[in-house]
């Protein structure tokens, strides 16, 4: 039991110091398609399909990165000016109304995680906009916002979760949410809790690493404002690491008083089978099949319950993985 609470002690380290941030780091920001885990296959087993070839390349209809700032409350409450990074896609129209999903990154990631800039796009955002153009999703907005109040945070992980649990509790909803969508054209007709909650069906979250916990938050802390979730490579927490029962339970629990009977909500879980938080994320979701009947899993990929867990084989903790997973998410949100 001791090497085993060591184990998943040093794996919650390496989420926060290492895997979000050295191997996050060398692949976040980077613009080079040939940087990046060779996902050109058509499929990677019989679940998780590959990114086609040329879905990372820069392409004529491409969509643009812009910045937004808004006033976020911190748990002092002192006030500062934050600032999120956003997609547009192609064509963006501001008389048409969009889905919208919002991107957290990693313990030592940051806004341009996901999208990289306009000037220097990411993978993520080369792959929504090749997605796009074929016709695999419906035109979407994406935002790339930060937890940290400031980067020298991301050093102390009892910090971390608490940035994150006051994140997902507060500032989302109350202040990145009503930023974004007041600025740029969604489902929600406005912008305070009641148009947000109305426009839930065409919202989602997901996060990388830490992200990922933070999208398990943001299911117990707002789900009445999101429908989908994506974690990614990281499972749900209690009083500051892994548990796995403890998590099954919490979240059934929560689903119980809230009076869901698992129609309010899809969950595409997914991590890789070398990465550190295996273990963690494959023990939660095991708990979950035996303990959470709130929680209908499916294991053919399809999402005709509603939620799904996949594994990518050999994949490691690094950001590389993202265009791989969120490919394949993207597909089965916004139905």
Same mark, same amino acid.
């Given at each position: ?5 060591l184990?998943l ?19 976040e920001?980077?613009?080079n398609?040939s ?10 087993n ?21 910045? &937004?700032?808004?006033? %976020?409350? =911190?748990i002092?409450?002192?006030? &500062? ?18 889905? !919208?999903? #919002? +991107? ?15 000037? /220097? ?10 997605m796009?153009?074929?016709?695999? *999703?419906?035109? *979407? ?18 910090k %971390? !979760? ?13 202040? =990145?949410?009503p ?5 740029? /054209? ?20 997901t ?21 989908? #979730? ?5 499972? +749900?927490? *209690?009083?500051?690491?892994?548990n %796995? ?10 689903c ?16 890789g ?5 295996y273990?963690?994320?494959? /023990? ?12 209908r899993f ?7 319950k ?30």
């Amino acid at each position: 039991m001791r090497k085993r609470g060591l184990a998943l002690m040093m794996a919650a380290m390496c989420m926060l110091n290492t895997g979000c941030g050295a191997n996050e780091d060398a692949t976040e920001n980077t613009t080079n398609e040939s940087q990046t885990v060779n996902q050109t296959e058509e499929k990677v087993n019989d679940t998780l399909m590959r990114v086609p070839d040329g879905y990372l390349k820069v392409i004529e209809e491409k969509g643009t990165v812009t910045t &937004i700032t808004y006033d %976020a409350t =911190l748990i002092d409450g002192s006030v &500062i000016t934050k600032t999120a990074y956003v997609y547009l896609p192609y064509g963006y129209d501001e008389n048409k109304q969009y889905d !919208i999903i #919002y +991107c957290l990154h990693g313990g030592e990631g940051d806004t341009k995680a996901y999208l990289g800039t306009d000037a /220097s796009p990411g993978n993520v955002k080369r792959m929504l906009d090749n997605m796009i153009a074929n016709g695999d *999703i419906k035109p *979407i907005i994406a935002v790339a916002p930060t937890y940290y109040a400031d980067r020298s945070e991301s050093a102390a992980m009892g910090k %971390a !979760i608490s940035r994150i649990e006051y994140f997902t509790e507060n500032e989302l909803v109350k202040e =990145l949410i009503p930023a974004v969508e007041g600025q740029f /054209s969604t489902y929600a007709e406005t912008t305070d809790l009641e148009g947000i909650k109305a426009s839930r069906e065409h919202r989602a979250y997901t996060g990388f690493s830490m992200g990922s916990l933070s999208t398990w938050y943001t299911f117990l802390n707002a789900s009445d404002y999101f429908y989908y #979730y994506m974690p990614m490579s990281g499972d +749900c927490w *209690i009083n500051g690491g892994s548990n %796995a029962s403890g998590a099954a339970r919490k979240l059934e629990q929560y689903c119980q008083d809230k009076g869901y009977d698992g129609d309010e909500f899809f969950i595409f879980a997914v991590t890789g089978s070398d990465d550190i938080a295996y273990a963690a994320m494959n /023990s939660q979701i095991d708990n979950m099949k035996k303990i959470s009947p709130t929680f209908r899993f499916t294991d053919d990929g399809s999402n005709e319950k509603n939620i799904v867990f996949m594994v990518e084989p050999k994949a490691t903790h690094s950001f590389a993985f993202l265009p791989i997973y969120m490919y394949n998410g993207l597909q089965m949100f916004f139905k």
